[in-house]
């Protein structure tokens, strides 16, 4: 039945696709006007209401504050996070917008926020899939960039449902490529899916066995191409016409846009003639009648662009590292994304992997295609796909913060999901009846350092001695990469849980920085923490000594062994408060072993108590604290 067609969707920054399995084969559904490819703009026409695609490209030049283009690089971020892109862009954004807020951007005398113009796109997606099936269209595999961040995801999940459809799966976009090629080629080996597009940049590496698809390593950058090209040439071909001219085009978003299209019809020319001219006509107001006229040459174009491609480089090795494997243990390098086609992009690819790159995909279309393959996985397979099996990787550790501000990472990253993992912690202070979970994404060793994504409480614990209450944390991934986190006290059953819903407020120079940061930082962040746990293991064994003072085997020692201990207590304070944390460490083990006896005493006195029916004194136990507190990491064999 027409109603049972799962579709998927390629979301993409210069253009969108939508594609279904016609048998055997993915195909990409052509909209109206015969193209498969759908331009991601958006513009309203004067009667307000919304053209997606060519038409609405049309109208970039013509009425450019009326249009929207490139809306995934403003998907899930907040206004201070493009400032300077919108020198280039001529968007104009509500003036209520607040720090931290999601976007909305002005169309005319309208709003919408990055999921609602995304999701116009959808629409007519969804319209052309309708039309070429004769029956609506209601669920949609949607890829997004690996290294989307959580806010970026669930804004793609939210524009799908404004946009009328169930999004049963996000997939990772050169996961999806990896699916089409393994269609394709029907082989086992090692693939690197190198996937440079308008806005963003991925590098996975995959392991092919058998029809199963498993993602060993993923990296990328979140703010980094064809756009950046574009850019580039635009602000060269700006600064021309005001040294050459003494116009400054820069506000005049008309001119803006008529230059912006010259230089992507001569960037997309230079990938197939040594030269190209630029002749642009200027706004007659400005310029009387003068032209900007410029020729460009491929050597040229590619000594500009190379800064920009180089920064492919860098996650690329790292995803070589993740993933223990070297260039020449690659068997096959798959191209995806319309800047790939430049001959200086696939040079350097060649280099880096020290294979021919392989081309028979259209890069355009390879994204759609392989999320039609897991669109109809979903469904329940062809005879083709039956057999396969899609395992795709969380790029970022997740953790919750412990005592001392250090991060405890539950999920690693670059673990297959959908994934579930288990810690067990306790508390560090007597009576401690709350204790605060918060929830971090990042690679750094310190919470400060990480990506903040959720906070709740576990209330409700009933008062005991610190290191007595057992919480299991559980963390689950499903295979959207949207996290559930529990929490459970094991001894009184109390449990509180939380699905990390992260705000639209993400930067991604933060996500992007978080790996990187990692590496710059690692000696200092291992050094800090070393020194945390010391602290922390000091102020445990502090505190067990003054309850041993007050209890009664106290009483039971000589006069020299109490002199013993207080001259090790005070060898321990006076270190504690030092950077030295080997210092501290043999301070500890002075002192654990110094008051074995007195343990052993302590331990005879509960028992001895226990037996007799008798409570421990509450005072024992010191008072209670029902403040929320970092909860403090412990070892249960």
Same mark, same amino acid.
């Given at each position: ?21 016609q ?56 206004v ?42 959808? %629409? =007519?997606?969804?319209?052309? /899939?309708? $039309?070429y099936? *004769?029956?609506? &269209?209601?669920?949609? @595999?949607?890829?997004?960039? #690996? ?5 970026? %995801? =669930?804004?793609?999940?939210? /524009?799908? $449902?404004?946009? *009328?459809?169930? &999004?049963l799966r996000? @997939?990772?976009?050169?996961? #999806? ?92 020319a ?6 190209v001219?630029?002749d ?79 081309t028979?995909?259209?890069p ?33 550790s997740?953790?919750i ?12 990253r ?17 009576g401690?009846?709350?204790v605060a ?11 400060k ?76 962040d ?37 002199k ?17 944390y080997?210092?501290?460490r ?7 072993q ?44």
């Open positions: 039945m027409a109603s049972d067609h799962i579709v998927g969707i390629d979301l993409g920054t210069t253009n969108s696709l939508v594609a279904y399995m048998g055997e084969t993915p195909v990409v559904i052509p909209g109206e006007d015969g193209s498969n490819l759908v331009p991601s703009v958006v513009a309203l026409d004067r009667d307000n209401q919304p053209i997606i695609g060519n038409a609405a490209r049309n109208l970039l030049i013509e009425t450019p504050e009326r249009a929207v283009y490139s809306i995934k690089r403003l998907m899930g971020r907040a201070e996070d493009i400032r300077e892109e919108l020198e280039l862009f001529p968007f104009r954004l509500a003036e209520d917008l607040q720090p931290g807020e999601v976007l909305r951007i002005k169309l005319g005398d309208k709003t919408f926020t990055p999921p609602e113009i995304s999701a116009l796109i959808l %629409r =007519q997606l969804k319209r052309n /899939a309708e $039309r099936f *004769g029956g609506p &269209v209601t669920k949609a @595999v949607i890829t997004v960039p #690996a290294y989307f961040n959580d806010a970026q %995801r =669930q804004a793609t999940k939210d /524009a799908g $449902r404004i946009g *009328g459809l169930e &999004v996000l @997939v990772n976009e050169p996961t #999806a490529a990896s699916l089409a090629y393994g269609l394709d080629k029907k082989q086992n080996g090692i693939v690197a899916v190198y996937d440079l597009g308008g806005g963003t940049f991925d590098i996975s590496i995959l392991k092919l066995h058998d029809g199963i698809f498993e993602v060993v390593a993923t990296n990328g950058d979140t703010h980094l191409g064809g756009d950046d090209i574009d850019n580039l040439l635009i602000t060269i071909a700006l600064d021309d016409i005001r040294g050459d001219l003494g116009l400054d085009l820069r506000r005049n978003a008309e001119a803006v846009q008529a230059i912006r299209k010259a230089v992507i019809e001569a960037k997309i230079l990938s197939s003639q040594p030269s001219k630029l642009i006509e200027l706004p007659s107001e400005l310029a009387g009648g003068k032209r900007y006229q410029r020729e460009i040459t491929r050597d040229q174009f590619e000594q500009l662009i190379q800064p920009i491609i180089d920064r492919t480089v860098g996650p690329c090795k790292q995803a070589l590292k993740d993933a223990n494997l070297k260039p020449e243990q690659i068997d096959e390098v798959v191209l995806v994304g319309g800047s790939t086609r430049i001959p200086k992009v696939r040079a350097l690819v060649k280099e880096m992997f020290r294979h021919e790159p392989h028979d995909l259209n355009d279309e390879v994204v759609a295609l392989g999320a039609a393959v897991q669109a109809v996985i979903l469904g329940g397979g062809t005879q083709a796909t039956q057999n396969m099996l899609l395992l795709d990787v969380t790029p970022l997740l953790g913060e412990v005592a001392g501000g250090v991060t405890d990472k539950i999920i690693l670059n673990s297959t999901i959908p994934a579930s993992a288990t810690q067990f912690y306790t508390t560090q202070i007597d401690q009846a709350n979970i918060h929830v971090l994404q990042g690679e750094r060793e310190l919470a350092d990480c990506r903040s994504l959720a906070r709740f409480d576990l209330k409700g614990i009933p008062p005991m001695a610190a290191g007595i209450p057992r919480v299991e944390v559980k963390f689950l991934i499903d295979a959207n990469g949207i996290l559930n986190v529990t929490a459970r006290e094991q001894r009184s059953g109390k449990e509180a849980e939380i699905q990390v819903q992260p705000s639209y407020g993400l930067t991604d120079d933060q996500v992007e920085s978080m790996i990187l940061d990692s590496f710059d930082n690692a000696e200092e291992f050094r800090r923490r070393q020194l945390i746990e010391a602290r922390n293991e000091a102020a445990t064994i502090l505190g067990a000594l003054e309850k041993g003072k007050r209890s009664a085997a106290w009483g039971q020692l000589t006069s020299d062994e109490k013993q201990i207080a001259k090790m207590e005070k060898a321990l304070l006076a270190v504690n408060a030092d950077d030295d080997q210092a501290i043999r301070a500890i083990d002075a002192l654990n110094g008051t074995m006896r007195l343990a052993e005493l302590m331990m005879d006195t509960a028992v001895s108590s226990a037996l007799k029916g008798k409570k421990m004194d509450e005072a024992d136990l010191g008072e209670g604290v029902t403040a929320p507190h970092p909860m403090a990491k412990a070892e249960f064999k």
